[in-house]
Nanobody, 121 residues
Framework: QVQLVESGGGLVQTGGSLRLSCVAS????????MAWYRQAPGAEREMVAK???????KYGDSVKGRFTISRNNAKNTVYLQMNSLKPEDTAVYYC???????????????WGQGTQVTVSS
């Protein structure tokens, strides 16, 4: 079992910055891609950024050039640095990890509880 704990959300003005963190805990697994998704009220969940275990990254079109995803494999932690925030970035942000159980060799996806990011105009 993997537990994900997110932190760093909050209220910020347009143009401001926030840094989200997500720590994965548990044992007996290897983590592969880590990602951030977001969901605004009335909208579908969308991929914000994704990073592989060898640090290849992918971003949603709406955040390219403003957000940066990174990870610390030794700490099982993924970060999302968000700069030049806009009101349309307001959403609940979810951490997602894809893991392989070392013993079972089964793959699983886990989600964090979500952290609210609100950007005021």
């Amino acid at each position: 079992q993997v537990q994900l704990v997110e932190s760093g959300g909050g209220l910020v003005q347009t143009g401001g910055s926030l840094r989200l963190s997500c720590v994965a805990s548990g044992s007996g697994f290897n983590i592969y891609p880590m990602a951030w998704y977001r969901q605004a009220p009335g909208a579908e969940r969308e991929m914000v950024a994704k990073i592989t275990s060898d640090l290849n990254t992918k971003y949603g079109d709406s955040v390219k050039g403003r957000f940066t995803i990174s990870r610390n494999n030794a700490k099982n932690t993924v970060y999302l640095q968000m700069n030049s925030l806009k009101p349309e970035d307001t959403a609940v942000y979810y951490c997602n990890v894809h893991v392989i159980d070392i013993i079972e060799r089964e793959e699983y996806d886990y989600w964090g509880q979500g952290t609210q990011v609100t950007v005021s105009s």
